[in-house]
């Protein structure tokens, strides 16, 4: 199925079919500080498990980044 992320198309397996799933699908499970936008609404941490993936949504993930 087919969805945006980050202003990009990507390609992505049906069974990808929520937010926990797409998380590592993207290897970002090991980052500690990101935002996930679907749609233009932020999705709470704990909704990541019952949010759907579906073809055509629209994510932005921003990550946040330390330094000096």
């Not at 990808?16 to 699908?25: G, S, V």
């Amino acid at each position: 199925m087919e969805i945006m992320i980050n202003g990009e198309k990507v390609e992505i397996a049906a069974d990808i079919d929520n937010i926990a799933k797409l998380i590592e699908h993207l290897d970002l499970k090991n980052r500690r500080f990101f935002i996930i936008e679907k749609n233009r609404e932020v999705v709470k941490k704990e909704d990541y498990t019952t949010t759907a993936v579906v073809a055509g949504d629209q994510f932005e993930i921003v990550h946040f980044v330390g330094g000096g």
